[in-house]
């Protein structure tokens, strides 16, 4: 009987990380913002009602781009809900293309939005997309939270902008723009 439990129990424990919700979504083909196949794993955590992180973003785009291009690094790029709505949509556009130009595109578009406050519903986002001809594809995006949650739980996330970086199985923490764009920088 002892064994019996034993055995459960690592079961138990096993399973989780054996069906986690990045599992199931690189599985169903789900759009997960995960892009490049380096050995660093890069976790940048941002707002899209959050200024520093808008200001941040067009600073990163080059040196993430040329960090993927050279498979230095693995990104995912972890949106921290100001709003569930603006949070889906970034998802829905993945779901009808995921890639990280594509990605950065929508992002951009919708931190512009979310600056300019021209977008509060998921009727008005779904003008925004269909004026800047943005495919997207509605599906049901909560399924990927539980992996968001997880990250943010595991980062120990207090404030955007936050950058994580994983080499060698340590973890650094960054905040604030100086400090993010140069542990980037250091990847180089």
């Known amino acids: ?16 990380l054996h069906f986690s919700p990045w599992t199931s979504a690189v599985q169903s083909e789900l759009p997960f913002p995960a892009y490049g196949k380096g050995p660093i794993d890069v976790r940048l955590y941002s707002n899209l009602f959050c200024g520093p992180c808008r200001s941040l973003e067009p600073k990163l785009e080059p040196i993430l ?6 498979d230095i690094i693995r990104l995912t790029l972890v949106d ?45 986002l779904k003008r925004l997309f269909e004026e800047k001809g943005i495919d997207y594809e509605i ?13 943010i739980k595991n980062d120990e996330l207090t404030s955007t902008p936050t950058l994580v970086i994983i080499k060698r199985g340590e973890k650094k923490k960054y905040t604030g723009k100086k400090s993010i764009i140069g542990a980037l920088e250091e990847l180089r």
């Open 65 to 70: 781009k040329d960090l993927i291009d050279r």
């Open 80 to 124: 921290v809900p100001g709003s569930v709505t603006y949070s889906n949509f970034f998802l829905y556009a993945l779901k009808a293309e995921n890639t990280f130009d594509r990605a950065l595109h929508v992002r951009k578009i919708l931190f512009e939005a979310a600056r300019s406050k021209e977008a509060q519903t998921e009727e008005a």
């Open 139 to 151: 599906f049901d995006a909560p399924i990927l939270y539980p992996y968001f949650n997880r990250l």
């Open 1 to 16: 009987m002892k064994r019996f439990f034993t055995v459960v129990f690592v079961a138990a424990m096993l399973f989780p």
